[in-house]
């Protein structure tokens, strides 16, 4: 069965400081992956997605950047966090094939002091 | 972009009540997925809906898929404490499109 690990669960950063989340899929191959925030008690926003090997789309323009060096592997980076970067992150994936759901990590909760 | 309206917001009910919320669209779409998030977690997969039509069950939880492919329902009977959480309803526009999630439905029981 497919599985999705993200790390780390919490994360206190100073503002300025750099950032790497790191989110991986198991037990398949080629997957969708995705970057998405929370702001507490509010919806989901997606921040980036990948069909693919070095391929990131980018919803919203912001201090964040994505990558996807492995086939199941996808980071989410920072040069230089704000405080407005404080949120829950959720890695998510889902098979390339037609109307699948995606399914999420546990998240990682990252508050910038 | 696609946007769903979610209501309602938020629910407070006693426990043992039934639940019911649901997701309006402007467009058609063919798939309708329900997934409710606890407290510090992701959100999790309840339902996936298929079929103009289609009620599905997980347990005390049935979804419906609109006959006119353009909302859909969740209802919860008998809710527990540990229905607390965020219900998110998303559509599927194609296989390789990320969902679109609604604003999410934040249900509390009180015992």
């Known amino acids: 069965s497919q599985t999705i690990h993200q790390w780390p669960a919490t994360l206190v950063q100073p503002v300025g400081s750099p950032l790497s989340l790191e989110c991986t899929v198991e037990g398949t191959s080629n997957p969708n992956l995705y970057w998405y925030r929370q702001a507490a008690g509010r919806g989901l926003q997606l921040l980036f997605y990948?069909?693919?090997?070095?391929?990131i789309s980018s919803e919203v323009p912001q201090n964040l950047s994505a990558s996807r060096p492995q086939d199941r592997q996808f980071i989410l980076s920072s040069k230089k966090l704000l405080l407005s970067d404080s949120g829950f992150y959720l890695c998510a994936w889902s098979s390339g094939d037609r109307d699948q759901p995606q399914h999420f990590g546990d998240g990682t909760r990252l508050s910038i002091l | 972009g696609q946007q769903l309206n979610q209501s309602p917001q938020s629910m407070f009910i006693q426990e043992g009540e039934d639940v019911s919320m649901n997701c309006t669209s402007s467009?058609?779409?063919?798939?309708w997925l329900w997934y409710k998030q606890e407290p510090g977690e992701g959100p999790v997969l309840l339902i996936a809906?298929?079929?103009?039509?289609e009620l599905t069950s997980n347990g005390r939880l049935t979804a419906q898929f609109g006959i006119t492919r353009k909302d859909s329902f969740l209802n919860i009977s008998a809710s527990i404490p540990s229905d607390v959480g965020i219900y998110f309803c998303a559509i599927l526009i194609s296989g390789n499109t990320p969902l679109v999630f609604g604003k999410g439905t934040r249900l509390s029981v009180i015992a």
């Open positions: 467009s058609i779409f063919n798939t």
């Open positions: 990948s069909v693919g090997i070095g391929q």
């Open positions: 809906l298929y079929k103009a039509g």
